[in-house]
């Protein structure tokens, strides 16, 4: 089994995730500035959580190989892709202590707390296959908009974003998780009764990306 195996499983969830008009107009540039700036805060508070569960990896880890491998995922979140968007909300006036303070939206506890939550019921793998949705997915939503000609980065305000998530090290350090998951899941047969809970748990973080994306565009109505 690979990872690519839970996407195929879910593919209607998965190209309504990663195509969903809130991507689109981002490549755009035409994403409203409030949609864009209630995410960006909601987003800070779930990478918060994301790290952590990042961190639950290292705990969950059987030996020091897997252990090594959960590291370099949580160094990059707090230290590349939480002060992006420190950086990007003080362009507004938000400063981190405003995002700290922030209230989480229903959508973020849901999503975070699932994560959280499949880790610290199951096992290393269920942990990951409810990671995956998240930085698989971006990895993929970058690399399509930066590659691709109908994205507007010229005087586009969310070039940055788009091009932490298309850039080499955001891809790089993706491939490089993915990898180890496929790893894990060498040994897991698809149509396993462990298979299909995994493709449950990855499923249903999928769905979550797409109400996370929706309750970004809500917040302009």
């Excluded at 020091?64 to 995922?73: F, I, K, N, T, W």
């Amino acid at each position: 089994m690979k990872y690519s195996d839970l996407i195929a499983a879910c593919q209607a969830d998965w190209q309504e995730y990663t195509q969903h008009s809130f991507v689109q107009q981002l490549a755009s540039g035409t994403l409203p500035h409030e949609c864009f700036l209630h995410y960006l805060k909601q987003d800070f508070l779930f990478l918060k959580q994301y790290a952590r569960a990042y961190a639950l990896a290292i705990y969950k880890a059987r030996n020091l190989e897997d252990m090594r491998r959960a590291l370099p995922s949580v160094s990059a979140l707090l230290e590349t892709e939480i002060n992006h968007h420190v950086t990007y909300c003080g362009q507004w006036g938000v400063m981190e202590s405003d995002l700290e303070n922030e209230p989480e939206d229903f959508g973020t506890v849901a999503y975070t707390r699932y994560v959280l939550d499949a880790g610290m019921t199951g096992d290393l793998v269920e942990l990951y296959a409810a990671l995956a949705p998240c930085s698989i997915g971006y990895a993929v939503i970058g690399k399509a908009l930066l590659e691709s000609p109908d994205t507007q980065l010229e005087g586009n305000l969310y070039r940055s974003w788009i091009e932490l998530y298309g850039g080499e090290e955001f891809q790089s350090g993706v491939a490089e998780g993915a990898e180890h998951f496929n790893q894990l899941l060498e040994e897991v047969e698809l149509n396993s009764q462990r298979g299909q809970n995994l493709i449950h748990v990855f499923k249903t973080a999928t769905r979550m990306e797409v109400a996370f994306w929706q309750q970004g565009l809500d917040a302009n109505k």
